[in-house]
């Protein structure tokens, strides 16, 4: 009897384990034993398959949607506000691109969500140096240095000010205490080791962030993927 694919009927081999056509996986039923395996099996080994990432061509998606993702990320440009989603969409992107590529059907959360996290690694990284890089090129080269210590000394007065008024309602003793680390954190804060260190920081917590939102765009287009390509059982 002749087996065909479920989704484009297509003819399908006993042994295949995806349809050489479309690659949907094959669950299939036979009533000779020819294979010498049940079908639970061969859907076992199906999704193990699945599972597993072949890292050359995952790379090269990863490449080309980590680079735009992490020049909209950065500071570059005006986009930069939506760089959460920008990273995420480029991570769910790199799996679709890979799993168009290797035509592997779907492929499982896991093995999407280790693709978003290298289109991640290389979208933050390339966000974290372009944002440093304008930051260098607008103080040093465009010499834009008093207007940026004017607006980061206005953002740490109002910090301060907040802060006074939480420690308000302390007592005289605390209050005085609360006052010196204030003064203390207010001057290196506006000192350009404090600047620079907070500037980095900041930076850095904003790749982390990229990181996971990466991870997480992977993961959903994996998903997604997997409930539209798998076949019904």
């Known amino acids: 009897m002749e087996i065909t694919c479920n989704r484009c009927h297509q003819?399908?081999?006993a042994e295949d384990l995806y349809c050489p056509a479309c690659g949907l996986p094959q669950l299939i039923y036979t009533t000779d034993g020819a294979d010498g395996q049940l079908p639970a099996e061969r859907w076992t080994e199906a999704v193990k398959d699945a599972s597993m990432v072949d890292?050359?061509?995952?790379?090269?998606a990863a490449v080309a949607l980590a680079v735009p993702a992490g020049l909209l990320s950065s500071g570059l440009t005006p986009a930069a506000g939506a760089g959460l989603l920008?990273?995420?969409a480029a991570a769910a992107c790199a799996v679709w691109?890979?799993?168009r590529g290797q035509r592997p059907a779907w492929i499982t959360i896991g093995a999407g969500a280790?693709?978003?996290?290298?289109?991640g690694l290389l979208g933050a990284w390339l966000a974290f140096t372009v944002s440093g890089g304008v930051l260098f090129v607008d103080r040093f080269v465009l010499h834009h240095a008093t207007q940026m210590d004017a607006e980061w000394k206005t953002t740490v007065e109002m910090s301060q000010q907040l802060t006074q008024q939480w420690a308000s309602g302390m007592g005289p003793t605390d209050a005085?205490?609360?006052?010196s680390v204030r003064a203390q954190l207010q001057a290196w804060m506006l000192s350009p080791w404090g600047h620079a260190g907070i500037e980095a920081f900041d930076l850095a917590a904003y790749?982390?962030?990229l990181?996971?939102?990466?991870?997480g765009g992977g993961a959903l287009g994996a998903r997604l993927l997997a409930r539209m390509r798998r076949p019904e059982v």
Do not use: D, E, H, N
Not at 55 to 60: E, I, N, S, V
Not at 176 to 179: D, E, P
């Open 55 to 60: 890292w050359k061509p995952a790379m090269r």
């Open 86 to 88: 920008w990273m995420a």
């Open 114 to 119: 280790r693709i978003g996290l290298v289109t």
């Open 211 to 215: 990181l996971f939102f990466a991870a």
């Open 176 to 179: 005085a205490q609360a006052q």
């Open 11 to 13: 003819t399908v081999q």
């Open 207 to 209: 790749a982390i962030v």
């Open 97 to 99: 691109l890979y799993v």
